[in-house]
C-alpha cells in the first residue's frame, strides 16, 4: 500500500517547477491528482507526461486568483474524482521592485494570486473536507519568515500564508482537517531560473546555505506528501522549513 493510495488531491501551480515535482509525488504515492494551472497547455502536458508513467493525473486550467474559477473548478474535480481528501496551495507570482518603485499594481497582483488565491481554495476544500476530514499543505516561504529585499509584496503575502495557515489549523481541527505551512528556501525552478544561472550569484546564495545547495522540487514534495498522509495525522498548524539550514 502507497501512503496516498486512492486520495483525491489538488496541486495548484502545478505545470511546472515545485507543484509539479509535488504533483508527481502524490501521484506515485497512489493519489488521483488534479494538477491546477493558469497556463492550460503547459499543465494539460505536465498531467499527460505523469499519466505516461502510468500515474492518475488530470490536467485544469484554473486561475487561482478568480474566486468563482477556484469554486467550479472544485465542483468539477468532486465529480469528476470524488470528494478531495489534499489540497496543496501551491501556485505563487513574484513581481519583484524596490519599495519606493513598487507599483500598486505589482503589489496587488502578488498579494491576489500568493494569498487570497489561497483563501479562495481553502475556502472551497473547507466546504467539502468538513464531511469526512482532509489534509491542507501550504507554500509559503523564506521570505515570509525573515523578509527578502525587492519582494514587500512576496514577504508580506508569504507571512500572511502562515497566518492563514495556523487559523485554519485552529478552526478546521473540529472537522478532523490539518492544515500546515512548508517555507521553502531556495529551490531550483523556473521561478529562480534567472538568479541561479548567474554563476557568481548561486556561489554567493549556496554559500549562506549551510547544507551547501540549492534545493529541489523533490525536496519539498516528499515532505508534502507525509503532510498530506495519515503518517502526519497529529500534526497541525506548524511551519516547517526546508531550506539547507538557511534559517537556523
Ligand atoms: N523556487 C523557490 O526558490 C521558491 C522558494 C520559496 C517559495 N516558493 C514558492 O513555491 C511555489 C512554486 O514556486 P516555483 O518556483 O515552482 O514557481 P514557478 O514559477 O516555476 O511555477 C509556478 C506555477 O504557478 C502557476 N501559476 C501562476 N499564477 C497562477 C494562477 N493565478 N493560478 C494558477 N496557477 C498559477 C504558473 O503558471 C507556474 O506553473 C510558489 O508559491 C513560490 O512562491 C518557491
Redo the contacts with the bound molecule.
Sequence with gaps: MSKLNNKVAIV??????????IALELARQGAKVAL????AD??AA?AAALREEKLNATGYA?????SAAVDEAFARIEQELGPVDVLV??????RAAMIPKMTDEQWDDVI???LT?FFYTTRAASRSMKERGGAMVN?????GQRGSIGQIN?AAA?AGVIGLTKAAAKELARYKIRANCI???????????KVLSDEKLRAQYVGEIPLAR??L?LD?AQTVSFLASDESSFITGQVMGINGGAYI
Excluded: F, H
Excluded at 12 to 21: D, F, K, L, V, Y
Excluded at 36 to 39: L, R, S
Design positions: 495548484t501551480g502545478a505545470a511546472q517547477g515545485i507543484g509539479r515535482g491546477w494551472d493558469i497556463n503547459a499543465v505536465a484554473v486561475d487561482v486568483g478568480q496551495n501551491n501556485a505563487g507570482i513574484s491576489q494570486i500568493n488565491g507554500i509559503s516561504s523564506l521570505a512576496y508569504k517555507c521553502p528556501g531556495l529551490i531550483e525552478t523556473d521561478m529562480t531560473g540549492v534545493g522540487p519539498i
